[in-house]
């Protein structure tokens, strides 16, 4: 318990964006939906909340998220409730329960939202962390996953991202998987002893996750295991040949990585991760792939499908470290106004100027002009617009453009017009603002 007046913080592994923040938050998300919508996905937004069997089911009861990493709890009165660890499974869910398998063609669904895993933080690792993510659902033809694929690669374009790498790999399917697996099992027997406390455990639970380990002793070994991608049957091989082949053709670089089996039980062949060499040692951005089993694993109709998820977290700090997108558009705005008699005039003014979309920022107190331009420089207003006495009387305000100084007088009505024309055009470079302090 905490005692009274202690200062009580965020839990940790979680974090507040803050403002300052937020705008990047915010281009991503606009910059994935324009993308996604340009793809003819539409969104879908499903609870936090879930029954536990959902995940246990889907991810896999032998996963670290499913074994130690998810927020578990007994509800009052419906039984074991989890805050989701991702979101692939409730989406699923939600596909299975609203029939969209009945709507005409492919459904094609993203998402943006909360996650939750109760891993160790660090940069880039949180315990509530956000991610972008979309999934195919209804078809499994190789053209969606080269699509898929496109798609991302169009959104890094856009947010500026130049150093990411691809990674693709096939984890075959519940028909060629469980042979492979046997080979494995028999290479691991002879080397296991030499592997990690993990891998160890791994190798008889999940022998598939010892490929996935990063413990730097144990590369050598894992490298000298059996391939998955020399063991998929022919309809698998068919497929990931025909993916990597659209990939070429629409000109999306890769490179396929045999060891790329990623975390949850789900997946089935085609896998994916794109990594980012801005980032440290978390530097998978998003992650992905096939599952063609989840719909029936819980529950559901045949629904071969296929997605991705994007960590925002690390998708934010890798184009904040590559600076790739132009700062927002500052406020456009400030309006100061010089005495009670003018108060009317100036707030009908900011009224019209929000209404008009245009971004304004008003004193609540009447200011002195000196003061006044200090407050428009601090917020980096395009314009400040000044109304004294004798402006409300001529009808006519002063419109100033902080960046060049000059200053001119506008007619009440047509400020807004005035104001919307200037703004098409771009800000001047970061030049020093006139009238600064
Ligand atoms: P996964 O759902 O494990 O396939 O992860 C997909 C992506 O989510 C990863 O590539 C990361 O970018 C991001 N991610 C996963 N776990 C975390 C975490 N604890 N903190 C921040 N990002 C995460």
């Known amino acids: 318990m905490s005692k009274k007046n202690e200062l009580i913080q965020s839990v940790k592994g979680t974090r507040d964006l803050l403002p300052a923040d937020t705008p990047l938050w915010q281009r991503v998300e606009d910059e994935a939906r324009k993308v996604f919508e340009a793809y003819n996905y ?35 009165d419906s039984g074991s409730l989890t805050l ?3 979101a692939t499974a409730s989406v699923v869910r939600a596909y299975i329960e609203h029939s969209l398998y009945n709507e005409p063609g492919i459904q094609k669904l993203y998402y943006f939202g909360p996650m939750f895993r109760r891993e160790r933080p660090q940069k880039g690792r949180y315990r509530q962390f956000y991610q972008i993510g979309a ?41 060629c998987r469980p042979e492979y697996l046997k080979v494995l099992r028999k290479s691991l027997d002879e080397v296991k002893s ?29 490298e000298g295991l059996p391939k998955i991608i020399d063991h998929l049957c022919p309809e698998c091989r068919q497929h990931f040949d025909a993916v990597t082949m659209e990939l070429k053709q629409r000109g999306v670089e890769f490179e396929v990585v045999p ?4 975390g949850l039980d789900y997946y089935t062949r085609t896998t994916f991760e794109i990594t980012s060499g801005l980032l440290g040692a978390q530097n998978a951005v998003l992650g992905g792939g096939r599952y063609d089993g989840l719909s029936e694993m819980l529950g559901g109709p045949p629904a071969p499908g296929i997605g991705f998820a994007i960590g925002q977290d690390r998708l934010v700090l890798t ?3 590559a600076s790739s997108l132009k700062p927002a558009q500052p406020l456009a705005a400030y309006i100061a106004w010089m005495g009670e008699a003018t108060r009317e005039a100036a707030t009908m003014l900011a009224r019209e100027l929000r209404r008009e979309r245009i971004g304004t920022e008003i004193s609540y107190h009447p200011i002195k002009l000196r003061k006044a331009m200090g407050a428009a420089s601090k917020l980096q207003v395009r314009y400040a617009i000044i109304i004294g006495e ?8 002063q419109v100033k ?24 055009e771009p800000a001047p470079a970061a030049s020093p603002v006139a009238g600064q302090q």
């Open 259 to 262: 060891r790329l089996v990623r």
């Open 135 to 175: 999934e195919v659902l209804g078809g499994d033809h190789p053209a969606i996953d080269a699509e898929v694929l496109e798609m991302l690669a169009l959104l890094l374009e856009r947010l500026g991202l130049k150093e990411f790498k691809l990674l693709v790999n096939s984890v075959g399917c519940s028909k």
């Open 42 to 76: 539409r969104e879908i937004r499903t609870p936090v909340l879930e029954q536990t069997a959902l995940f246990a089911r889907s991810v896999g009861s032998d996963t670290d998220i499913v074994t130690k990493e998810m927020y578990t709890f007994d509800d009052r």
């Open 319 to 321: 184009v904040e470290a």
């Open 194 to 222: 030499r592997l990690c406390e993990d891998c160890q455990r791994r190798s008889n639970t999940n022998p598939l996750r010892v490929l996935d380990c990063k413990i730097e002793a144990d590369q050598p070994i894992i």
């Open 390 to 397: 004798q402006e409300v009387e001529s009808g006519n305000y």
């Open 84 to 86: 989701r660890p991702e």
């Open 401 to 424: 453009d902080m960046g060049t100084g000059e200053q001119q007088s506008v007619s009440a009505g047509e400020i807004a017009g005035f104001l919307k024309e200037k703004l098409r």
